[in-house]
C-alpha cells in the first residue's frame, strides 16, 4: 500500500499523468510543472499518511488534476484562452476498429481532434478537468449527470435521436474516404434540420471546391451546397489546413536532417486549436460566423521548403528539404507498406498545393478569436518536443 512505483512503472505513471495535465492546460510546460507539483506534495506527506492511501496513482490523478483546474481557474480570471497543442502523446488503446490506412488515420485524427478541441473550449475549468478524465479513464460521464448519446453518420437512424432537442449542431465533416463521405454529412445535416436544430455549424475547408485536385475539398464543396439548400441559419467554417498534419511528415526529418516530399507549394498551416475557438464562438455566438465564412486562416502560407527551415530553428540543426518526384515517393511510400489509394490520396494534397489551393490567408479568423493565431513555429516546437 502507499508506495509509488519505482523505475519504469513510475515513468509510466508520471507519463500518464503528464499525459492527463496536457489535455487540461495545452502547455506540455506547464503539464510537466503541475506533475512535479503532485509529486512533491506526494513525498512531503509523511510515510505514515502516504501508507494509508491504498492507491497512490488514484491519489496523484486527484492532485494533479486538482493543480490543473487551480491553474485553469486562474488563467481564466486573467481571461486568458486555451492556446496550446493538442495532444500528440499517445492515448490508451485504441478499439478493435483501429484504422490502419495512415490517410484514413489522417483524416479521422483531424475530425476527432477538431471536435474535442470545440468542446473543450465551451468549457468551464471545472468540466474540463471532468470531460478530459472520462475521455482518458473512460469513466462513465453517465454517472456525473452528462447526457451522452451516440450516432452514425453511415447509419442516418442513429442520427434522430442522437440530435434530439439540439437547438445548435456542430457537423465535423465525416472521417471517411470515398463516396460515402458526402452521403454520411449530407445524413448528418438533414438528421440535424430534421430534429429541430435552429442552427447548423460544418466544418469545411478553405479550398472547398467541386474542381479541386484534393478529394476532400469536392466533398465540402457538395456539402456545402447541401447545406445552404435546408433553407435556415447555418455556418460552413472554411477551415484552414490543419497544421497538425505536419506531425505525419516530420518524423523522418528529424532523424535524417531530410525533409524529403514531393513537390508542393504554400500551404496556410493552421492551428486546430484556433479553429475550435472559432467553432465554439460559431455555435455560441448569435451572428459571429454566418453562411459560407471567408478562409479561417493563419496569417501565412508556407512550402514544405520554409516548413524546413522552421523545423531547423526549432531543433538548432540543418533541415534540407528535398523534392521528390511523385512517381519515385509513390513507389517508395507502397514499398514502405502504406496503402497505394492512401499514397495516391497524399499524393493529390501535394498536387493540390502545387495548384496553389492552399495558399490562400485571411484575418477573419484572427479578427473572431480576438488574438494572433498560432505560427507553425510554435506548432512544430510543441510537436517537437512531444517526440
Known sequence: MGTVRTGTDEAGERGRLVNVAYR????????????QDAYARWYGLSRSRREE????????TTVTGRICLDLLGS???RRERYAGAWL???????ADGEVADPADRIVLDESVGMAFLVVLDSMTPAERVAFVLHDVFRYPLTRRGVRVREGDFTEPGTLKHAFEGAERVLVVSAAIRGAGAAAANRAAVDA?????????????????SSA????????????????MRQGMPCTALRNGFYASTLGYYIGSALETGTLAVPQDGPVSWTAHEDLAEA???ALTGDGALDGVTP????????????VAGVLGRVTGRTVTRVVVDDDEWMSAAVAGGMPRAAAEFTLAMFAASRNGEFAVTDPTLETVIGRPARTVHEVLGDLVRSR
Do not use: C, K, M, N
Not at 487540461?24 to 506533475?35: F, M, Q, R
Not at 500528440?88 to 485504441?94: G, I, Q, V
Not at 493563419?298 to 512550402?303: N, P
Open 295 to 306: 478562409p479561417l486562416t493563419a496569417a501565412h502560407a508556407l512550402d514544405f521548403a520554409e
Open 24 to 35: 487540461l492546460l495545452g502547455s506540455l510546460t506547464e503539464a510537466e510543472d503541475a506533475v
Open 192 to 208: 440535424a434540420r430534421e430534429a429541430g436544430a435552429r442552427h447548423i455549424v460544418y466544418t469545411s475547408h478553405q479550398a472547398a
Open 88 to 94: 500528440p502523446e499517445p492515448l490508451p488503446d485504441r
Open 212 to 227: 479541386s485536385l484534393f478529394p476532400p475539398q469536392r466533398v465540402h464543396a457538395a456539402t456545402e451546397e447541401h447545406l
Open 279 to 281: 467553432a465554439a464562438i
Open 53 to 60: 492511501i491504498r492507491s497512490p496513482g488514484a491519489w496523484l
Open 75 to 77: 488563467a481564466r480570471a
